[in-house]
């Protein structure tokens, strides 16, 4: 599934980066950069962390999770007409 204005929002994206590294530098540019991918990965990480912990201790309430979401996703098939 594609919105109509993703390959827009990538390109304005693009050249918004470029324009940024343009006024700072390259290489305060990147060291900016790498340090805001790494906070987000060790968020992504913690999170899963998280939630394995909480699928080991609490296995009926995951169990719950995970059938609920299943649900979810066969309603949004229906409604796709894929089921």
Known sequence: MSFPLTGELKTTAVELQDLIQAKVGVTTFS??????RQ??????RGRKVTKVLQM???PEA???RKI??????????????FL
């Open 31 to 36: 060291t900016a950069y790498n340090k805001i």
């Open 39 to 44: 906070s987000v990965l060790e968020v992504r």
């Open 56 to 58: 080991t201790t609490n």
């Open 62 to 64: 995951a169990a719950k």
């Open 68 to 81: 609920q979401r299943n649900v979810i996703k066969k309603g949004k098939r229906k409604e796709r007409g």
